[in-house]
């Protein structure tokens, strides 16, 4: 009744705004406009390797370690050595330790070893010139894994080698 007695100007605007007020209504309480911006997926850092050994040959040293899970997400392994003269507690860690090698898994096959029996487990190594250690010196290695978001997963066990 208000509205058939208003001039049409104010008639044409006030049921604009009515129309818009009920779409707003609807989408507020559908909670289409309480959403806001998606949320980013949560990415779980990848699962640490696991050293398994040092092997010591006349002019090599061999790091095997092993990935226990899936490697369908990880994109490289990252091997990390640190040098000191002297054996002690506060050293044993890996813990200050460099950067000496990058493992893309896109040349898994030059690295991985394989068990018998035709079937490939997720062991690889890391091969090291004897040449470039320091003799007298203690060696400890770390693996990380990285996955395709670039994030590292934890320092895996660490193994100490001491270099005659």
Do not use: W
């Not at 507690?89 to 690295?111: D, G």
Request: with cysteine.
């Amino acid at each position: 009744m208000l509205l058939i007695n208003l001039p049409k100007k104010n008639h044409f605007i006030l049921s604009g705004l009515l129309i818009i007020f009920i779409i707003l209504f609807v989408l507020i309480l559908s909670g289409c406009a309480k959403t806001g911006y998606p949320q980013a997926p949560t990415v779980q850092p990848p699962y640490a390797p696991h050293i398994i050994s040092i092997k010591k040959k006349a002019d090599s040293l061999t790091v095997i370690y092993k990935y226990k899970f899936n490697t369908g997400n990880i994109k490289e392994f990252l091997i990390y050595e640190k040098s000191f003269k002297k054996k002690t507690k506060k050293n044993l860690s890996c813990s200050q330790v460099k950067l000496a090698a990058i493992q893309n898994l896109k040349f898994a096959k030059k690295f991985k070893l394989n068990e018998t029996g035709n079937r490939s487990m997720n062991i690889f190594f890391y091969k090291i010139n004897k040449s470039a250690l320091k003799r007298g010196y203690y060696y400890i290695f770390c693996v990380k894994s990285k996955n395709y978001f670039d994030i590292s997963s934890s320092f895996s066990n660490f193994l100490a080698l001491h270099i005659n």
